[in-house]
Nanobody, 121 residues
Framework: QVQLDESGGGLVQAGGSLRLSCAAS????????MGWFRQAPGKEREFVAA????????YYVDSLKGRFTISRDNTKDTVYLQMNSLKPEDTAVYYC??????????????WGQGTQVTVSS
């Protein structure tokens, strides 16, 4: 049974960068589609990005293309989210997710506990 542990969140000034990591435990990490969601206070959880099993295909919400980059290292069972040019509206709890199928289906079966990202103006 896979478990997901996020790290790398924190407080950053607008215009800065952060890299989130999500380490997976358990077998067959490299068979899963991995992704990131975020949830801002008072808002619903929203899709951010996803990556297929070998990294050949990536998916992004249109509004974040060009600023956020998802990647994975299957030798380390880890998926990353590089976030650049951060804005205060990027403030949210960021969740790692594992799925069987890529978007648009993206059937998440496991969530991480979340990591807080706060962007100050």
């Amino acid at each position: 049974q896979v478990q997901l542990d996020e790290s790398g969140g924190g407080l950053v000034q607008a215009g800065g960068s952060l890299r989130l990591s999500c380490a997976a435990s358990g077998r067959t990490f490299n068979s899963y589609v991995m992704g990131w969601f975020r949830q801002a206070p008072g808002k619903e959880r929203e899709f951010v990005a996803a990556i297929n099993w070998n990294g050949d295909n990536t998916y992004y919400v249109d509004s974040l293309k060009g600023r956020f980059t998802i990647s994975r290292d299957n030798t380390k069972d880890t998926v990353y989210l590089q976030m650049n040019s951060l804005k205060p509206e990027d403030t949210a709890v960021y969740y790692c997710a594992a799925a069987i199928h890529p978007p648009p289906r993206f059937d998440v079966f496991r969530w991480g506990q979340g990591t807080q990202v706060t962007v100050s103006s």
